[in-house]
Structure formats: C-alpha cells, structure tokens
T-cell receptor
Framework: TQLLEQSPQFLSIQEGENLTVYCNSSSVFSSLQWYRQEPGEGPVLLVT???GGEVKKLKRLTFQFGDARKDSSLHITAAQPGDTGLYLC??????????WGLGTSLAVNP | TAGITQAPTSQILAAGRSMTLRCTQDMRHNAMYWYRQDLGLGLRLIHY???????GKGEVPDGYSVSRANTDDFPLTLASAVPSQTSVYFC??????????????FGPGTRLTVL
C-alpha cells in the first residue's frame, strides 16, 4: 500500500508565526499537489510541483518538492487567520491514481 | 462559472433505504470522481470515470454504484444504505483521467447521515 504521510496532523499558532507542513512517502511521484480545504467546502488546488528540487511561491506560501520526488514541504510565513484550513497533499504516481495524505489541520489565532 | 454542483447539501437517511447523490460539472472535463472524507481516514476514492461511458472502482467501492451517461453528470447511488456510509461525499472532476495527475476540481460536498 502506498502511503503519503503528512505532519503535523494538527497545528494551532498565533497570527504572525511561521510554520512548515511536511508530506513524506517512500514512493516516487511524477508530480505532487497541495490543496487547501476550508470548513464546509471541497479542497482547492494551491500548487502543483513536478521537478525534483522545485520551489514555488504563492504570496506567503512556499512549496518545495524533494530532490528525489518522494517528499514535499509547505512553509507559511507570517501566518494570518485567513490561512486557517485543512492542507492536503496528493501525489501522482505515473499511470496510477492520485494518492492523498490525511491532511494537516491549521488554526491561526488572531 | 458554477464548476461542480452537488445535491443535496445534506441528507439524513434511514438504514436500508436507497439514495442517489447528484453531481454535475460545466467545465466539460473528461474525468469525474467520487470521494468520501472521514475523520482520520482522509479522502478515499469510491468510483471514477475517465470519460463518458466508462467507470472504474476506487479504493472503497462496495455498497456504491455509478453511471456516466454523458460528460456532465456523474451520479452516485447507495442501493441499501448502512450506518458506515455516514460521511461527507465529494464529487470532483479533472481535464484528463485518473492517471494523469491533473488538478482536480471539487464540489462543495454532500453530508450524509445514515441512521
């Protein structure tokens, strides 16, 4: 069974703090996606990383794909209450289905 | 653009009853998916369709059936609901099929409680 482990599972921080969320697997992925899900809604894509070592920035969010394409991280600088939500990573294995992590639930307190 | 619509928003269903969850997309995407999301278990794929007229089984297909008569609609049917099917159900779509790794667009979900 292919697994995609996310850590931490839960994170509660104060506004203005920095945080990093990790997504790890023993599998090699052809690409990896990060989604954010707000309460009562479906997940929405934030970014897709494809190349090993790739770094993508989305305002205060920085996404990195590991050199071996087995892991990824999401770093948020100066978190704001609007960043609150469930962050999901999903890895694409070539010619196979998308593998989903269980998610990191982030609460940013004002 | 509406994207993906799901109906109903929520439903309470007696065990043993049947129910169809509706899903419609207006993006002309080839592929559509049904997931269930449960605390501690994450998103699990129930069934998928890579193109109209074809369907496939996901991780947890038992107790569910789907059909894909056209591009836009992908209904999910529970023939005889059981309490373990209590969950939040999400419909999603993508431009290409399951193996492409393309971005998936999700609907707002249907919260189903089976008593």
């Amino acid at each position: 069974t292919q697994l995609l482990e996310q850590s931490p599972q839960f994170l509660s921080i104060q506004e203005g703090e920095n945080l990093t969320v990790y997504c790890n697997s023993s599998s090699v992925f052809s690409s990896l996606q990060w989604y954010r899900q707000e309460p009562g809604e479906g997940p929405v894509l934030l970014v897709t990383v494809v190349t090993g070592g790739e770094v993508k920035k989305l305002k205060r969010l920085t996404f990195q794909f590991g050199d071996a394409r087995k892991d990824s991280s999401l770093h948020i600088t100066a978190a704001q209450p609007g960043d609150t939500g469930l962050y999901l990573c999903a890895g694409a294995v070539r010619n196979r289905k998308l593998i989903w992590g269980l998610g990191t639930s982030l609460a940013v307190n004002p | 653009t509406a994207g993906i619509t799901q109906a109903p928003t929520s439903q309470i269903l007696a065990a043993g009853r049947s129910m169809t969850l509706r899903c419609t997309q207006d993006m002309r995407h080839n592929a559509m998916y049904w997931y269930r999301q449960d605390l501690g278990l994450g998103l699990r794929l129930i069934h998928y369709s890579n193109t109209a007229g074809t369907t496939g089984k996901g991780e947890v297909p038992d107790g569910y059936s789907v059909s894909r008569a056209n591009t836009d609609d992908f209904p999910l049917t529970l023939a005889s609901a059981v309490p373990s099917q209590t969950s939040v159900y999400f419909c999603a779509s993508s431009d290409s099929g399951l193996a492409s790794g393309n971005e998936q667009f999700f609907g707002p979900g249907t919260r189903l409680t089976v008593l």
